[in-house]
């Protein structure tokens, strides 16, 4: 009886716990079929996003449009807030300013400096306008290298319209000769070479129009004597008058030291006394050199003793041009080192005596003083500026503290090198 009654229960049960599992049942299936659907959407999501339709896109441009306007206004409030910035000008701009104010006319003496000829050689008569030079020289070619690329015609002819246009005569106009030319080595292949340049830039110089062509004279090599080499400077020359038109060339003196020849003026008396054609040779004297040679500028009395020794051996009807350059060494040091005017062992007196000497009329005076490191043509301006100042002033100027200038400079350079090398 009573496990029949047990059985019922049980089955009792059974019958009320039925229901509960279907509905479980149908609960993990929507359970299932929402996991599906999740994934499905989840499917075509990416897909969206791998090729998104033409409305993606379109939000996506919109969203970038205005990304890019909310930065540009940021930028504008940032460039307003930005205080003004001082334009800083380049050596061109600066000059510009005062290219033709500086440049003086009815004049006598004819100051300038040594120019670069890059990006052609008609640039040069723009860097001579920006520091007011009244002439200038060049270098015809690269002047350490033995062979350089012909002259571009458009540039030729652009060099003889600026110098007529800016009133630049061919007699105030010294180009310089390479700094390998030897014409008076012993060596006649080697010498033949030097001569091949020293040809090349005499036609040159007549090709844009020019009158001198200043070169270093050459240096005795091996057991050549000074006499022999002289000799062979003045063939050279000699063959070139014949094979060139009209092109004078001019001798620069030089400091003294080796075996160079030229740093007396008998040496270069002597060259001038063997030459053929003698409308066709002249002299430039560089003050620097002049000084390491031993003749000295300084004063009154000895300035007019070295301009007579010039006449009594070479003559004023002879001088060319000038380099005026002040000397970072002593008088008689036998060392070509340039220094800026008024800053070296010469002083100001010397060119102001040099400034005033009517002898030293109608012919180039050029610069070739040390610049700054980044080659501002500016410090030339200043010292052309310097030189003409000089004319009329009879005063003698006295520069004591020249030593000292030179003693702090050396001392700055030895710093340098000091720690350059740290």
Same mark, same amino acid.
């Given at each position: 009886?009573?496990?029949?009654?047990?059985?019922?229960?049980?089955? &009792? +049960?059974?019958k009320?716990?039925? *229901?509960?599992?279907?509905?479980? =049942?149908?609960?993990?299936? %929507?359970?299932k079929? $929402?996991?599906?659907?999740?994934?499905?959407a989840?499917?075509k999501?990416?897909?969206?996003d791998?090729?998104?339709?033409?409305?993606?896109?379109?939000?996506?441009?919109?969203?970038?449009?205005?990304?890019?306007?909310?930065?540009?206004?940021d930028? &504008? +409030?940032?460039?307003?807030?930005? *205080?003004?910035?001082?334009?800083? =000008?380049?050596?061109?701009? %600066?000059?510009?300013? $005062?290219?033709?104010?500086?440049?003086?006319?009815?004049?006598?003496?004819?100051?300038?400096?040594?120019?670069?000829?890059?990006?052609?050689?008609?640039?040069?008569?723009?860097?001579?306008?920006?520091?007011?030079?009244?002439?200038?020289a060049?270098?015809?070619?690269?002047?350490r290298?033995?062979?350089?690329?012909?002259?571009d015609?458009?540039n030729?002819e652009?060099?003889?319209?600026?110098?007529?246009?800016?009133?630049?005569?061919?007699?105030?106009?010294l180009p310089?000769?390479?700094?390998?030319?030897n014409?008076?080595?012993?060596?006649?292949?080697?010498?033949?070479k030097s001569?091949?340049?020293?040809?090349?830039?005499?036609?040159?110089?007549?090709?844009?129009?020019?009158?001198?062509?200043?070169?270093h004279?050459?240096?005795?090599?091996?057991n050549?004597t000074?006499?022999?080499s002289?000799?062979?400077?003045?063939?050279?020359?000699?063959?070139?008058?014949?094979?060139?038109?009209?092109?004078?060339?001019?001798?620069?003196?030089?400091?003294?030291?080796g075996?160079?020849?030229?740093?007396r003026?008998?040496?270069?008396?002597?060259?001038?006394?063997?030459?053929?054609?003698?409308?066709?040779?002249?002299?430039?004297?560089?003050t620097c050199?002049?000084?390491?040679?031993?003749?000295?500028?300084?004063?009154d009395?000895?300035?007019?003793?070295?301009?007579?020794?010039?006449s009594?051996?070479i003559?004023?009807?002879?001088?060319?041009?000038?380099?005026?350059?002040?000397?970072?060494?002593?008088?008689?040091?036998?060392?070509?080192?340039?220094?800026?005017?008024?800053?070296?062992?010469?002083?100001?007196?010397?060119?102001?005596?040099?400034?005033?000497?009517?002898?030293?009329?109608?012919?180039?005076l050029?610069?070739?003083?040390?610049?700054?490191?980044d080659?501002?043509?500016?410090?030339?301006?200043?010292?052309i500026?310097?030189?003409?100042?000089?004319?009329?002033?009879?005063?003698?100027?006295?520069?004591?503290?020249?030593?000292?200038?030179?003693?702090?400079k050396?001392?700055?350079?030895?710093?340098?090198?000091?720690?350059?090398?740290?």
């Open positions: 009886m009573l496990a029949l009654r047990r059985s019922e229960r049980l089955c &009792e +049960i059974r009320v716990e039925s *229901p509960s599992k279907d509905v479980e =049942k149908e609960k993990r299936k %929507k359970r079929e $929402e996991r599906e659907e999740t994934c499905s989840n499917k999501r990416k897909r969206k791998i090729n998104p339709n033409k409305e993606d896109k379109k939000i996506k441009e919109d969203n970038t449009k205005t990304k890019k306007a909310a930065k540009s206004e930028d &504008e +409030i940032k460039l307003e807030n930005k *205080p003004e910035r001082v334009e800083k =000008k380049s050596r061109k701009t %600066k000059l510009t300013q $005062e290219m033709f104010a500086k440049r003086l006319s009815n004049i006598t003496k004819y100051v300038g400096a040594h120019v670069s000829i890059s990006g052609g050689v008609q640039n040069a008569i723009t860097n001579s306008l920006f520091i007011g030079g009244n002439a200038f060049i270098f015809l070619r690269n002047q290298r033995w062979t350089a690329p012909p002259l015609p458009k030729i652009a060099f003889r319209e600026n110098c007529l246009q800016h009133n630049y005569a061919s007699k105030f106009i310089h000769g390479s700094y390998l030319i014409l008076g080595n012993p060596d006649q292949e080697k010498r033949e001569y091949q340049a020293f040809l090349e830039d005499l036609r040159r110089c007549e090709l844009l129009g020019l009158t001198l062509y200043n070169f004279p050459g240096s005795t090599v091996g050549c000074k006499e022999q002289i000799q062979h400077i003045a063939n050279c020359i000699n063959r070139a008058h014949k094979e060139t038109s009209n092109v004078t060339c001019v001798i620069e003196n030089m400091a003294g030291s075996n160079i020849v030229g740093s003026f008998e040496e270069l008396a002597d060259i001038i006394s063997r030459i053929d054609d003698k409308n066709r040779i002249g002299v430039c004297i560089d050199h002049a000084f390491a040679a031993g003749y000295d500028l300084r004063t009395q000895a300035y007019e003793e070295t301009m007579k020794e010039f009594r051996h003559g004023f009807q002879y001088l060319r041009g000038m380099h005026l350059n002040d000397s970072e060494t002593e008088l008689g040091s036998l060392r070509d080192r340039h220094a800026n005017i008024g800053k070296g062992y010469l002083g100001l007196e010397a060119f102001r005596l040099i400034m005033n000497d009517d002898r030293l009329n109608g012919i180039p050029v610069l070739e003083t040390p610049i700054g490191p080659d501002e043509l500016s410090d030339y301006h200043r010292e500026e310097l030189l003409y100042g000089l004319i009329g002033r009879k005063s003698p100027i006295t520069t004591n503290c020249v030593k000292a200038h030179i003693t702090e050396n001392k700055e350079k030895r710093k340098s090198k000091n720690q350059s090398k740290r």
